[in-house]
């Protein structure tokens, strides 16, 4: 089985709420890793994360150990950067031995090819604005640079925690699923004009759902872990579908 989940926000809310969302993950990890040939965490696993050269935010322990412990046993997991936790280095492949993939993957698993993303980019050039040009910055090499040899790490994650905050309150958990219309969704009838992909893995949306295209690929949005969190599973047989965790 190959499996995929995102949009944890380890680190959002309380302490006690981001620690039962670690243990949920850390738990569907155990359950899932005898049948596993690959997990993907398909970004927003963190709620905010910036690596400096030595330093890394502190916390997520549980998980991290789970990380090393699977990956140590031969498991490949992938961690896809999200739009709240991009700003990565060398850390977690290094000490967890895990892969992370900081743009959009393209790969063939059971003779299905899938293309798996977080999807905030997408959403960004659709939305434009603000938005579009708030990606582009903390996308930026340029920008990490100044801000990593400028900004003490003290201060670098109380701003990225504040913004985190501030961002989910000014918006809704969920952003609204539009079917066929849905920026995602629209973005993958595009690709799928190629005929080559079989399922599109998104996140961001915070939306659990499953919509087969008219051009014949399925789209399979992971929803969030804030409330009845699920997964996707891709078997042998080379079906997709969304469970529940």
Request: charged residues 25%.
């Amino acid at each position: 089985m190959y499996y995929f989940a995102s949009d944890m926000h380890l680190g959002s809310g309380s302490a006690a709420e981001s620690r039962a969302r670690e243990l949920a993950l850390v738990e569907w990890l155990d359950r899932v890793a005898p049948t596993a040939d690959g997990i993907y965490l398909v970004g927003d696993v963190f709620d905010f994360w910036y690596e400096y050269k030595r330093v890394v935010p502190k916390g997520f322990t549980r998980l991290l150990g789970k990380l090393a412990e699977l990956s140590d046993r031969g498991i490949d997991i992938c961690l896809m950067a999200g739009n709240h936790d991009m700003w990565q280095r060398d850390y977690l492949q290094k000490e967890c031995g895990i892969r992370v993939r900081l743009a959009p993957e393209e790969v063939v698993l059971y003779g299905k090819r899938v293309h798996i993303e977080h999807g905030d980019e997408i959403y960004a050039r659709k939305l434009g604005g603000a938005t579009r040009l708030m990606n582009t910055i903390f996308r930026s090499k340029t920008a990490r640079w100044l801000f990593s040899n400028f900004v003490h790490p003290d201060l670098a994650l109380k701003f990225g925690q504040g913004w985190s905050h501030d961002s989910r309150k000014a918006k809704d958990v969920a952003l609204p699923f539009e079917g066929l219309n849905d920026p995602m969704v629209a973005w993958a009838r595009q690709r799928a004009e190629g005929g080559d992909i079989d399922y599109f893995v998104f996140g961001h949306n915070h939306c659990a759902e499953e919509l087969i295209l008219p051009e014949g690929p399925k789209v399979v949005c992971l929803g969030n872990w804030f409330s009845n969190p699920v997964f996707a599973q891709l078997a042998p047989d080379g079906t997709l579908t969304l469970e529940k965790v």
